[in-house]
């Protein structure tokens, strides 16, 4: 069973960047198919997915995270990472990572989250 545990810091100043990093065990981050995701929860709101890196190393991300989020991955220690720069207040969130594979659904790509940290609440506040 592939297990991911999130970690990095709970408490983030203002205008710093953000580092968190998903350990992955149980299954590659190579694998052929499966997207490794960043998503997160601020109070009271809905899921929000920020971005992810795919098995080949391809990044994609929401054009809502496009100039501040980075994602990148370390294959040796099967890791991969988020960097959120410039944080503020209003990014404040549980944080997840989690992973999703690719398929066809009535002849159009859906993903399937079939794994998922349990979340890490991060607090942006000086």
């Known amino acids: 069973q592939v297990k991911m545990q999130e970690s990095g810091p709970g408490l983030v100043n203002p205008s710093q960047t953000l580092s968190l990093i998903c350990s992955v065990s149980?299954?590659?981050?190579?694998?052929?198919?499966?997207?490794w995701s960043w998503v997160r929860q601020p109070p009271g709101s809905e899921m929000e997915w920020m971005g992810a890196?795919?098995?080949?190393?391809?990044?994609i991300e929401s054009d809502e995270f496009r100039d501040r989020a980075s994602i990148s991955r370390d294959t040796s220690k099967n890791q991969f990472t988020l960097q959120l720069s410039s944080v503020t207040p209003e990014d404040t969130a549980l944080y997840f990572c989690?992973?999703?594979?690719?398929?066809?659904?009535?002849?159009?790509?859906?993903?399937?989250?079939?794994?998922w940290g349990q979340g890490t609440q991060v607090t942006v506040s000086s």
């Open positions: 989690t992973r999703a594979r690719q398929m066809s659904v009535a002849g159009k790509t859906k993903f399937e989250y079939d794994s």
């Open positions: 890196i795919a098995w080949n190393g391809r990044v």
């Open positions: 149980g299954g590659s981050i190579t694998t052929t198919d499966y997207y």
